[in-house]
């Protein structure tokens, strides 16, 4: 859930963007992404959160 809300917010962020922005025809966005919390991979898209750190402090839902 959390990633699926990022990914909304990127698309409605870029939808929004000025003319200037907009890419040529056949480019695409290039996108760099850090999630600095523990994670144990479990195949290579995706994985499970081991614990919050940082301060974090964010219950299940």
């Known amino acids: 859930e ?3 809300y990022i990914a909304a917010a990127l698309a409605k962020f ?3 963007e000025g003319g200037d922005f907009h890419l040529p025809a056949g480019r695409q966005r290039e996108l760099g992404f850090t999630f600095s919390f523990p994670v144990k991979q479990t195949s ?5 959160l081991m614990k919050w750190t940082k301060g974090f402090s964010i219950t299940d839902t």
């Not at 290579?44 to 499970?48: D, L, M, Q």
């Open 44 to 48: 290579i898209a995706s994985g499970t």
């Open 14 to 16: 870029v939808a929004t």
């Open 2 to 4: 959390l990633f699926n």
